[in-house]
């Protein structure tokens, strides 16, 4: 079955970086896009970025601060993001599809 789990998130203060990854199994991993959606408290679900062959898209508020990528040998999908802000604190989810199947989540805080 499709299983997708994130790894990665933290405690980090504004400015900072953290690298999250999704490890992904049970489907045929290259030839679907992935994406990352996140969630704060109180918020809709947010579709921060998705890749698929050779294209990515980002949401407004994260252009040029953080980056997806993909190892399609190791079915993995990575968040890169730099320059954390408090606003980016949320649950960070790995998604197939994007939006089809969801990882359990990784926490993110950014602390001011």
């Known amino acids: 079955q499709v299983r997708l789990v994130e790894s990665g998130g933290g405690l980090v203060q504004a400015g900072g970086s953290l690298r999250l990854s999704c490890a992904a199994s049970g489907f045929t991993f290259s030839i679907y896009t992935m994406g990352w959606y996140r969630q704060a408290p109180g918020k809709e679900r947010e579709l921060v970025a998705t890749i698929s062959r050779g294209r990515t898209t980002y949401a407004d508020s994260v252009k040029g601060r953080f980056t997806i990528s993909r190892d399609n040998a190791k079915n993995m999908v990575n968040l890169q993001m730099n320059s954390l802000k408090p606003e980016d604190t949320a649950v960070y989810y790995c998604?197939?599809?994007?939006?089809?199947?969801w990882g359990q989540g990784t926490q993110v805080t950014v602390s001011s």
């Open positions: 998604t197939r599809g994007p939006g089809n199947y």
